[in-house]
């Protein structure tokens, strides 16, 4: 099974809202993702959690809040978002978070911000 | 300027014919990744190289890697539509472990 699944499907919020992406995997992985992907273009890393633990941050603005609760379920906060910040939103994970090995994606949250 | 350069575009192909779709990077690759992603939803792993001169296939596609490792092309023998898609190349320099970065993407239309 090397399933990643990630809820909601779609999420329109207004820009003062707060609202959360979940994301699960039950493969035994270690290493969880969470990507940015605007229309027609590639996604873009925006955190890695390794172990529980944030492992990497690529300079994501606060607004966007990652946690890791445990080693299956992973999930990224969003509060005072801007229209800007309309993409779909991928969660990945793998093994281990270490070169060459492959990175699992779930189907991603269509979010639009009102 | 991009780090990985992927070639064509978009590429529109009748059913049965072949086709490449290439990625170049500029700088030394330590993994490369083969991704399909339909419209607005998921990537699904394809393949992994990481050996200069390595190929693998699955089904009627086959991936390989230059020996400079420096270039990989992804071939698709006997196209059908259930091939459309967007497919990604994707990069791991070495440098950042499980940081993958991506090429623009070549778009596949698949005429019945």
């Known amino acids: 099974d090397t399933e990643v699944t990630q809820t909601p499907k779609h999420l329109v919020m207004g820009m003062t809202n707060k609202k959360s992406l979940k994301c699960e995997q039950h493969m035994g992985h270690r290493a969880m993702y969470w990507y940015k992907q605007k229309a027609k273009k590639p996604p873009e890393l925006m955190f890695v959690y390794s172990y529980e633990k944030l492992s990497i941050n690529e300079s994501v603005p606060s607004r966007f809040s990652p946690e890791c609760p445990n080693s299956s379920l992973l999930n990224l906060h969003l509060h005072a978002l801007q229209p800007e910040d309309s993409a779909l939103y991928l969660c990945?994970?793998?093994?281990?978070?270490?070169?060459?090995?492959?990175?699992?994606f779930g189907p991603g949250t269509r979010l639009t911000v009102t | 300027s991009q780090e990985l350069e992927q070639s064509p575009q978009s590429l529109i192909v009748q059913e049965g014919k072949n086709l490449t779709i290439n990625c170049t990077s500029s700088k030394t690759l330590y993994g490369l990744y083969w991704y399909k992603q339909k419209y607005g939803e998921g990537l699904i792993f394809l393949m992994m190289?990481?050996?200069?001169?390595e190929e693998k296939s699955h089904e009627k596609i086959t991936a390989k890697l230059d020996e400079k490792k420096q270039q990989s092309s992804l071939h698709i023998t006997a196209s059908q539509p259930s091939h459309a898609g967007i497919y990604l190349c994707?990069?791991?320099?070495?440098?950042?472990?499980?940081?993958?970065?991506f090429g623009q993407g070549t778009i596949l239309t698949v005429h019945p």
């Open positions: 994707g990069a791991d320099r070495g440098t950042s472990y499980g940081k993958l970065t």
């Open positions: 190289l990481q050996k200069g001169g």
């Open positions: 990945a994970s793998s093994q281990d978070q270490a070169t060459g090995i492959e990175q699992y």
